[in-house]
């Protein structure tokens, strides 16, 4: 079992950035596949960045390739996600989440635990 508190969200004028971070608990932080996903109002919650257990792999979706990075430190059970170049549609509720296979993967069901969310919001 692994809890998940993410932090770093706040208001950010567009083309601003922030660093979300994901803290969890636990000794068993490497073992857990690591996800950023986000919701916006009104909208399905919707993929962002996954990473391997060791950091090698990421996947990032099409769409935030460029503007969004995720990276984790398995030394500080933390998971990152970088975000660049903010728009105000990216303005939603994200998530962090632990896969406890080794799959690096891109839908919500495959994920075992979620932390609360952290509310990011762009203004334009």
């Known amino acids: 079992h692994v809890q998940l508190v993410e932090s770093g969200g706040g208001l950010v004028q567009a083309g601003g950035s922030l660093r979300l971070s994901c803290a969890a608990s636990?000794?068993?932080?490497?073992?857990?596949?690591m996800g950023w996903f986000r919701q916006a109002p009104g909208k399905e919650r919707e993929f962002v960045a996954a990473?391997?257990?060791?950091?090698?792999?990421?996947y990032h979706t099409d769409s935030l390739k460029g503007r969004f990075a995720i990276s984790r430190d398995n030394a500080k059970n933390t998971v990152y996600l970088e975000m660049n170049s903010l728009k105000p549609e990216d303005t939603a509720v994200y998530y962090c989440?632990?896969?406890?296979?080794?799959?690096?993967?891109?839908?919500?069901?495959?994920?075992?635990?979620w932390g609360q969310g952290t509310q990011v919001t762009v203004s334009s």
């Open positions: 990473i391997s257990r060791s950091g090698g792999v990421t």
């Open positions: 989440a632990a896969d406890g296979s080794s799959l690096v993967r891109s839908t919500a069901v495959h994920y075992d635990y």
């Open positions: 636990g000794r068993t932080f490497s073992s857990y596949v």
